[in-house]
């Protein structure tokens, strides 16, 4: 990455923010407020993308890279937030007991000279999880402002049978590939 740039994370995402220090990338964040609903008929593909790139487009950019990203469980062609309250957070774990689903993350990565859009999508296997252990997760709040209910680096771990494709892509940002695109500017 060009050093004389700073970066700037458009997002309020301490997982983001975490993973990126991981990586040993020196950044300041600036949380963004736009609205994350989904648009009538869009795709989750089109929503990660959309909204990561209104999230970019959202902070000033003079000599600085932006980084938005935006993540979405996804069953079926089902789009799932946040839950709203513990009940809604149970049910989405129950939809994906011993299933399979997708979790899509869009990045918007901002330059000064241009601006570059991807999403990256990861396929997560569930084993069966009992209606016990869905509501002892559930009361342990971890679920509350999680995409899909769950944090695979938290305690869903032990739920978790497989992951194909990108670990961090399912905590929340797809590292690897935002390196990428960051080296090569």
Do not use: W
């Amino acid at each position: 990455m060009n050093t004389t740039l700073k970066l700037i994370l458009a997002s309020g995402s301490p997982r983001r923010a975490q993973l990126l220090r991981s990586a040993g990338l020196n950044f300041e964040i600036i949380v963004p407020d736009i609205d994350e609903t989904p648009l009538p008929g869009e795709t989750p593909a089109a929503f990660v993308c959309r909204t990561a790139r209104e999230k970019a487009e959202s902070i000033p950019s003079a000599n600085a890279v932006i980084l938005a990203a935006d993540t979405a469980v996804v069953d079926g062609n089902r789009i799932l937030g946040k839950p709203t309250d513990a009940a809604d957070a149970a049910a989405m774990l129950c939809s994906l007991s011993g299933r399979t689903h997708e979790v899509m993350t869009g990045v918007c990565l901002r330059f000064p000279e241009r601006t570059v859009c991807f999403h990256i999508e990861t396929r997560v296997t569930f084993r069966e999880l009992s209606d016990v252990e869905i509501a002892d997760y559930v009361a342990s709040g971890e679920p509350m402002d999680k995409a899909g209910a769950y944090a695979i680096q938290g305690g869903a771990a032990k739920m978790v049978r497989r992951v194909e494709g990108s670990y961090s892509n399912v905590v929340g940002l797809p590292l690897c590939e935002v390196i990428e695109e960051l080296e090569k500017n």
